[in-house]
């Protein structure tokens, strides 16, 4: 071959706006437009207790996302984030009625809680996971069939009523509760967010995330065990939804069954719009991070705005799709070599 | 002297870094059988590619009829009456024989389709064909020959002019060839013209009024069949200056580090093999022989059957293609694109996955990027990457840069035996030799090499033993010494049973 052609193919344009999109993807442009936007609209949008009262109620959404930036890199994508939630929830609940007529320890009724809502995940997640990868049926409808039935299962347990009488001390803390002055659904999405990066960018099991969604049969050929990765993807991604289902009950001070249900579509699209890129192999914690708190901070806007619950909903549908054509417009950017 | 029904001018098609066809002149008589001869790789499939309209030239003009035309789709190539049949099938599975030769152009009865006319009118094709397929059943049940006859019985309906068959005959048993042969007669009668393209030296004789042979995209030249025989041809198909590409590998034979005994997989008979460090071993014969699928088999990427494999001295039969990559065994893959490399990544991207796999640069569970860095430049410098490409993506580097950084990746971690399957396909010369320095280079530090090559010189030249598998059996094993193209060729056609 000749070097002097290749290298011509190859020489960046130097367009900065360009390079900014291909590098983080749309998710600067929208920010940008949502702040002047929402600022001119109100001018109690950008003030600083509006974007920290945007940054806790961001809590819930940043950890489903994490979760759903797993199974996206890892080529498929998890539609029952909601329902985990929503098991989560209600089995906590169910299970910290029942503890607190068995124990007298307010940690130990707790700690049951947790610990069922955490194995309600586990099961949900591994037969996702197993389904996918062993069973090879497609993502979406894998995590579609369990979201059914995991909402299904959720209402039957509960017959549609939430479940009140939790410990008083479990809201206090996990939903209203500080630690070291931070709230603490704050702390433990922080944590998270940290854990998350450094699994993502130092261990092999990111990497080996990374690899399988990019191409999956290299992957194999590179000595990686793809269906073991695939599950823990599912596994690790229906865990953080426990997470955000905990903390939610804890918020609501009850056990309910349409908790996050919008999660799903939501985490969805704040990892397309951070740069995740649908056909798997590429996305990044700290733009997952940032995607999650621009949904939030949207709806904030909009609420403060006045714009109405229903309309919000057409536009996040709107800011999805607008962000999957985005996502097209890069990835072939990024393949024919901008 | 008749002016010729279709001719190319300086037909050239350009590739980044690769010059698949270059400036070939080609004509195509009415009532002719041209046959087209040449390697795999040396442009018959590009050439014919462009005059069925599935590619555009980059230069160069076609003509049919004197008039210059410009096929951008098989459908207008079909338009003008010149028919491809390629090796690829292009055939739905879910409908039935008589619908998928009729898309497209189904008789109509007012705004419905006339399913009987349409049955009708495939059963008298079938039948003048003397192909025994039924036009109603669906395409999935048919056998891979009954999909063959298919698709050659759908050129022949509308107005033929030009017909172009890729290896026709590749899944079809002698009786179905005859018809074929038979038809292919008639149709020289019509004045159609055919474009043939084949491996196999018997059917010339029977068929070709002329032969064109490419060789490395570029026409070596055109003979008449008539006083023409099978060495000359040979000679032109394969005479390139070869020894300033293929290094002398010395022989030091050490102990025997693989041993595969009686391994059987689909299509394959059972075969055994004993491979010794410092050993290059080739692998030759026909593309869909079955000399790559046998060694997949082996690392765990095709249905096993029967048979063992030990490396060092331990079983690793059946063993997960993880744990075999582990225990010593390295495969590269034929396919870049599809099985090698995440084409979205950077070139050093791709290299640091190998070396993180292999666990070197791992410490207590975390990944020591500082290592994988230095390691990954290391192969960067041993594959000769230039710098410049290490940070672009995959998909915009050259074939043969591609193939540099899949080669590294074998190098990401520690192997005792490197399977190359068709190490050098799509790659440029000065890169092939490069490449073939690498593999000289592992032999002489005492790894075993295995490389699998439809490039018969390749497989030749690098070797110190040569095993030929021809329909899914071992046809013969060589020493260099003996392996010959033209002896080695004459395996290639061994008759023998196909394997189911």
Redesign the interface.
């Given at each position: 071959m000749s070097d002097a052609t290749a290298a011509a193919q190859v020489t960046p344009r130097a367009n900065p706006i360009k390079t900014l999109f291909i590098r983080v993807g749309v998710l600067p442009f929208f920010l940008g437009i949502a702040l002047v936007v929402f600022s001119f609209m109100s001018d109690k949008f950008l003030t600083g207790q509006n974007l920290m009262n945007v940054a806790r109620q961001s809590v819930y959404l940043v950890l489903v996302s994490l979760g759903q930036m797993l199974v996206l890199v890892s080529g498929g994508f998890d539609l029952s984030v909601g329902t985990a939630i929503a098991l989560t929830s209600v089995a906590s609940a169910l299970s910290m009625t029942w503890a607190a007529g068995v124990f007298d320890s307010v940690f130990l009724i707790i700690a049951t809680g947790i610990l069922a809502g955490g194995c309600v995940a586990l099961i949900v997640g591994l037969i996702n996971g197993v389904g996918v990868a062993y069973f090879e049926v497609s993502p979406f409808i894998m995590t579609l069939g369990v979201s059914s039935v995991g909402a299904g299962l959720a209402l039957f347990m509960t017959g549609g009523i939430p479940i009140s009488g939790l410990p008083i001390a479990f809201g206090d803390t996990f939903g209203f509760g500080k630690w070291f002055g931070v709230p603490v659904p704050v702390f433990i999405a922080v944590i998270c967010i940290v854990v998350m990066w450094l699994m993502m960018s130092r261990t092999t099991l990111g990497t080996r995330i990374y690899a399988v969604g990019g191409n999956i049969k290299a992957a194999h050929l590179s000595a990686i065990d793809t269906k073991k990765t695939l599950v823990l993807a599912y596994v690790l991604c229906s865990l953080i939804a426990a997470l955000t289902g905990v903390l939610l009950t804890a918020r609501v001070e009850s056990g309910e069954a349409n908790l996050g249900g919008t999660m799903a579509l939501e985490s969805i699209a704040a990892c397309v719009i951070a740069g995740v890129s649908l056909r798997g192999g590429i996305g990044r914690v700290q733009n997952v991070v940032l995607g999650a708190f621009f949904i939030v901070m949207v709806q904030n806007g909009m609420n403060i705005a006045r714009v109405s619950s229903y309309m919000q909903m057409v536009l996040l549908g709107s800011l999805l799709i607008l962000a999957v054509i985005f996502d097209q417009m890069r990835y072939r950017m990024i393949m024919r070599g901008a | 002297m008749t002016l010729p029904l279709l001719t190319t001018h300086n037909l050239t098609k350009t590739y980044?870094?690769?010059r698949a066809l270059d400036g070939v002149d080609f004509d195509l008589m009415a009532g002719e059988v041209h046959v087209l001869f040449g390697e795999n790789g040396a442009g018959k499939s590009t050439l014919i590619s462009m005059l069925a309209g599935a590619n555009t030239p980059s230069e160069g003009k076609i003509y049919l009829d004197h008039h210059e035309v410009a096929f951008d789709s098989v459908a207008r190539a079909k338009a003008h009456g010149v028919y491809t049949v390629f090796q690829e099938f292009s055939l739905i599975p879910t409908l039935t024989v008589a619908e998928n030769m009729f898309l497209g152009q189904e008789p109509r009865m007012g705004i419905l389709i006339d399913h009987a006319d349409m049955r009708r009118r495939a059963q008298e094709i079938f039948d003048e064909l003397g192909f025994p397929i039924s036009p109603t059943a669906q395409v999935s049940t048919l056998s891979r020959a009954q999909q063959q006859m298919l698709e050659i019985s759908k050129a022949f309906h509308g107005d033929l002019k030009v017909l172009i068959l890729d290896e026709p005959t590749a899944s079809l048993t002698e009786r179905e060839v005859d018809h074929l042969f038979h038809f292919i007669d008639r149709q020289k009668a019509k004045g159609v013209g055919i474009i043939y393209i084949s491996h196999r030296m018997q059917e010339f004789k029977r068929i070709a009024d002329r032969i064109t042979v490419l060789r490395d995209g570029a026409k070596i030249g055109t003979v008449e069949m008539a006083g023409t025989d099978e060495a000359a041809l040979v000679e032109m198909m394969t005479g390139r200056q070869i020894a300033d590409i293929y290094p002398t590998i010395a022989t030091t034979p050490g102990d025997v580090v693989l041993e595969v005994a009686d391994l059987a997989t689909l299509g394959i008979a059972p075969s055994s093999l004993r491979l010794r460090r410092g050993e290059v071993l080739g692998v030759a014969g026909l593309v869909g022989c079955g000399k790559s699928r046998f060694f997949r088999a082996m690392m765990g990427?095709g249905p096993r059957r029967s048979g063992t494999v030990h490396l060092n001295g331990h079983d690793i039969t059946g063993l997960?293609?993880?744990?075999i990559?582990?225990a010593g065994l390295y495969?590269l893959?034929p396919d870049r694109k599809?099985?090698?490399?995440?084409?979205?990544?950077t070139s050093d991207e791709n290299l640091?996955?190998?070396v993180?796999?292999?666990?070197a640069p791992?410490k207590r569970?975390?990944?020591d990027?500082r290592n994988v860095r230095d390691t990954v430049a290391g192969i960067a410098t041993r594959v000769e990457l230039?710098e410049?490409?290490r940070a672009?993506?995959v998909?915009?580097?050259?074939?043969?840069?591609q193939q540099k950084v899949l080669f590294g990746?074998a190098f990401?971690?520690e192997a005792d035996v490197y399977i190359f399957d068709e190490p050098t396909v799509g790659v440029?010369m000065?890169?092939r030799a490069a490449l073939y320095l690498k593999i000289k280079a592992l032999a002489e530090a005492g790894k075993a090499v295995i490389v699998i090559s439809s490039d018969l010189p390749e497989a030749i030249n690098l070797s110190h033993r040569i095993l030929v598998f021809a329909n899914g059996h071992v046809s013969a094993e060589l020493p260099r010494a003996e392996a010959s193209e033209d002896t080695v060729l004459n395996y290639f056609f061994t008759e023998s049973e196909p394997v189911q």
């Open positions: - | 980044p870094g690769v990427l997960p293609t993880r744990e990559i582990r495969y893959s599809h099985e090698g490399l995440d084409l979205a990544k640091a996955l190998n993180v796999t292999s666990g791992v569970g975390w990944i990027w230039p410049d490409y672009r993506r998909s915009q580097l050259s074939g043969g840069n990746k990401g971690q440029d000065g890169t």
